[in-house]
């Protein structure tokens, strides 16, 4: 480090600030001793909050409330609230969405679904989640030495069945970890009707299979490491033993041969070893935020395991 900058002091006139403290609204705090980065968004959270007039809200523990489909039915014969601040407060969620908050992305992926014609119902959930994210400001991602699964990435995949009411799709959702903590992750409505719950499991694990490509790329442009050796295949976690099966043998393809042709890509990278899935009890799966709303209590479990400040148990 210190050659690099006097060889660049040399050619341009530059300051040395030393490590970085905040980057595109983020807080970073870097603890050498303890061999941990950790990642917040405190001062952009605080600033939302006060901008949608929410930085005294009570106290919430959970971005949505559980069985929120009952609260949006409710909201089919309301009126229009406002447009431009509804969208302005999902599109502030998402960016804090997107760097270091996985835990309020399915709320995301949920209300997002009705920027055309938001209801009051629609603007009531948007600002908890505000209110969540303010209660829970703290929080962020939390990275530190894994010794176990060192210079390895791992990944979780989940679905809920049939869960949108309205068309009956499934909803996905994965995370990737690295170091103790979430670097990707994603939650979203399946784009075709899934006829079961293990065909819905499949098609979110070939969605995390996609994201699995990319990083077993990323992973050996960094450790200068052989994309096809096995020994540096990238693990997905699934709690449905049938998409397990179906990933590794299609030994039943009247199963599903309904399954578009574009999800079976899994199947080859499986087969190839670069990508291995493992089966993990439900209790487990980190994903399961990412799909549903959940009790406060499950919330908050997954949320410290995915942001680094709790162990996950595999």
């Not at 941990?36 to 523990?61: C, P």
């Not at 010794?147 to 995370?175: L, M, P």
């Not at 799966?285 to 949320?303: F, G, I, P, S, V």
């Amino acid at each position: 480090m210190k050659d690099f900058e006097r060889a660049i002091s040399a050619e341009f006139k530059v300051r040395l600030l030393g490590d970085a403290k905040t980057f595109l609204g983020m807080e970073i705090n870097k603890n050498s001793q303890k061999g941990t980065v950790e990642i917040t968004q405190k001062k952009y959270i605080k600033n939302i909050a006060n901008k949608f007039g929410l930085s005294n809200a009570k106290a919430v523990h959970s971005p949505l409330p559980p069985k929120i489909d009952k609260h949006l039915e409710q909201a089919t014969s309301e009126q229009d609230c406002d447009n431009e601040l509804y969208r302005s407060i999902i599109g502030s969620l998402m960016y804090a969405q997107n760097l270091c908050r996985p835990d309020i992305s399915f709320a995301v992926s949920k209300l997002s679904r009705y920027l055309n014609a938001p209801k009051t119902t629609h603007l009531k959930l948007a600002k908890r989640v505000v209110a969540y994210l303010n209660t829970t400001c703290n929080y962020g991602i939390k990275y530190s030495k894994n010794r176990i699964n060192k210079n390895k990435f791992s990944g979780y995949a989940d679905a809920d069945f049939a869960s949108d009411t309205s068309d009956r799709k499934s909803v996905s959702g994965w995370i990737f970890m690295y170091g103790n903590g979430a670097v990707s992750w994603r939650s979203l409505k399946q784009t075709c009707v899934a006829l079961s719950t293990p065909e819905a499991e499949y098609l979110s694990v070939s969605d995390a299979g996609k994201e699995a490509r990319s990083l077993r790329k990323l992973q050996s442009e960094f450790l200068n490491i052989d994309i096809n050796d096995k020994n540096n295949s990238i693990k997905i976690w699934e709690d449905n033993r049938g998409a397990e099966l179906w990933c590794r043998n299609p030994a039943q393809p009247s199963k599903s041969k309904q399954i578009d042709i574009c999800y079976h890509h899994i199947r080859d990278e499986v087969k190839k070893g670069s990508i291995v899935i493992g089966k993990i009890p439900t209790q487990h799966q980190l994903a399961d935020a990412l799909t549903k709303a959940l009790h406060r209590e499950r919330h908050h479990e997954l949320m410290l395991k995915f942001s680094g400040y709790a162990s996950p148990k595999i």
